[in-house]
């Protein structure tokens, strides 16, 4: 019996695609019957590991390039039909806090309260989410008892699990967020999911 197909959705909250991405993954999950596991990365580490920077810094003083995937990012929210996303002021957000406590959260059995708060506070009603005192408060008004996953999220095993995931990204060949991987292949950016789906589709006939 051959093992079932892994399909993996790499994030790290700071990325605004990343948001876009991950709002459109339950209808690929619908229609292909494949569930994404969802792995935890931190951005910052990938790009010092890569030598990759932000698109706000590499975009920074090119002519019409910026302007373009403004577009592109605008056509991706009509096709999906997107209604809750918001620039956040704040950005950008460093996301180790965060990024810490979506893996302490997974430990505790909280992920799925805690990345919908945390993608809420970030991109829908979006907060200086680096400053721990919003943040505190920020996870408090959806419910979640925060004070725990900060404590965990300090805890060696959270740190290292953070660490591991990240370089383990890089070395499959990642170089930002959002990155996908069905199986053993790779795809960057919200605008491959139709790929994404079409990879699932045809590694799963």
Known sequence: MPSPLKVEFQFDFGSPNAYLAQLVIPSIERRTGVKFEYVPVLLGGIYKATGNRSPAESLRGIKNKPEYMALETQRFIRRH??????????????TLMLMRGAVAAQF???FEPYFRAAYHHMWEEPKKMDDIEVFRAAFKSSGLDIDRLIARAQQD?????????????VNRGAFGSPTFFVGDEMFFGKDQLRDVEECIVEQTR
């Open 157 to 169: 095993d959270v740190k290292k699990r953070l660490i591991d995931l990240t370089a383990d990204a």
């Open 81 to 94: 039909n997107i209604t809750t996303f918001h620039q956040n002021p704040f950005f950008p957000v460093n």
């Open 108 to 110: 505790e059995g909280l």
